[in-house]
Nanobody, 122 residues
Framework: QVQLVESGGGSVQAGGSLTLSCVAS????????MAWFRQASGKEREWVAS???????SYADSVKGRFTISQDNARNTLYLQMNSLKPEDTGMYYC?????????????????WGQGTQVTVS
């Protein structure tokens, strides 16, 4: 069965850094688009970054230049390096996967989801 498990969340002060991890089982990144989404309390879930099977990476304007998405295919692990964190980055961060090489920024385009890891910036 497909499973995505996030880790690495926590509480940091503004300007700090965190690295999130997503370990996948039952699937391989080599045939999927992988992405990170986040959702703040009372707000819509929003796309943060994605990595296609062709190596293409994309970022939301709000995190561009501060966040980096990467993959370790041998370990089936997706990462999100977050630097210069701001209070508005606070939220539950979710790892997601979509069948096929084309990435989307809409959450309804993704087939598999992790349970999330909380990031709080104060």
């Amino acid at each position: 069965q497909v499973q995505l498990v996030e880790s690495g969340g926590g509480s940091v002060q503004a300007g700090g850094s965190l690295t999130l991890s997503c370990v996948a089982s039952g699937i391989t990144f080599e045939t999927l688009c992988m992405a990170w989404f986040r959702q703040a309390s009372g707000k819509e879930r929003e796309w943060v970054a994605s990595a296609g099977s062709d190596g293409t990476t994309s970022y939301a304007d709000s995190v561009k230049g501060r966040f980096t998405i990467s993959q370790d295919n041998a370990r089936n692990t997706l990462y999100l390096q977050m630097n210069s964190l701001k209070p508005e980055d606070t939220g539950m961060y979710y790892c997601a996967a979509r069948d096929g090489p084309w990435c989307l920024s809409r959450p309804d385009g993704y087939n598999y989801w992790g349970q999330g890891t909380q990031v709080t910036v104060s």
